[in-house]
């Protein structure tokens, strides 16, 4: 779904870029109705990852996660009061071994990297509504930084981007940014952008047709997509 029609000068097309941000599949750009409680989970294993439920670990107040990547490795810190239900999805999901070919399938040169879907349909239909409440801006959308991709109010699920520039703007839209890269922003600013934006108003992926045909439609129409071949929380 997209916002602001063309024409478009460079503000209105970075606009549009943050409009977007969110918009994985159908049904994601409406506010999302409020958390319930949930009983005290087990805690995550690697084999948990299909399951939503089974991810509700709070994270350590500080944290660091290892990419590796088919560009190379980076590393980021996470500050869990930066953003704690943020960085609680965050640190369960990369612990639960979530991120294993997981692709780059936004990249857009000054401006950010996207990145979250999973490749296998049935997981991503698992977490497509498995949002999470907003929390408050405390740290900005700075290079290296890294926030959620959201459709509105509430609407965070499994999708992150990094920000390859100052996207400071995106703080008052409500993009709370809980860690950033320390280690291999070269390796982040080196991830394929060729496809740039995503489909109907770009040439790159179409996020509905990820979400329902996974891995086998970017392979086959994106071939040089750059993926995260696994993620791992350091010791």
């Not at 959620?148 to 990094?162: I, K």
Request: proline share 6%; with cysteine.
């Amino acid at each position: 779904m997209w916002l602001i029609p063309a024409p478009m000068n460079r503000s209105s097309f970075l606009l549009a870029c943050v409009l977007s941000l969110g918009l994985a599949c159908r049904g994601e750009d409406k506010p999302a109705a409020a958390a319930t409680a949930a009983p005290s989970p087990s805690p995550a294993t690697a084999a948990d990852f299909a399951d939503p439920s089974k991810l509700k670990e709070t994270a350590p107040e500080t944290f660091k996660a290892k990419f590796e990547t088919t560009k190379g490795a980076f590393v980021i810190e996470v500050v869990r009061a930066d953003a704690p239900l943020g960085a609680d999805r965050f640190y369960n999901l990369v612990k639960s071994g979530y991120f294993k070919d997981v692709a780059f399938f936004r990249v857009i040169q000054g401006f950010m990297a996207q990145f979250g879907i999973h490749g296998d349909p049935k997981v991503s239909a698992a977490w497509r509504m498995a949002r999470i409440q907003d929390d408050p801006v405390k740290s900005g959308n700075r290079r290296g930084a890294i926030s959620f991709a959201m459709a509105g109010p509430n609407t965070r699920t499994t999708q992150f981007f990094v920000n390859l520039v100052d996207n400071s703007r995106l703080d008052s839209m409500g993009f709370s940014s809980f860690g950033k890269v320390v280690e291999g922003m070269d390796v982040v600013d080196k991830i394929n952008s060729e496809y740039g934006e995503g489909a109907p108003r770009g040439g790159g992926p179409a996020q509905g047709r990820i979400q329902e045909e996974g891995n086998t439609y970017l392979k086959k129409d994106f071939p040089r997509l750059d993926y995260i071949l696994s993620a791992s929380v350091l010791k």
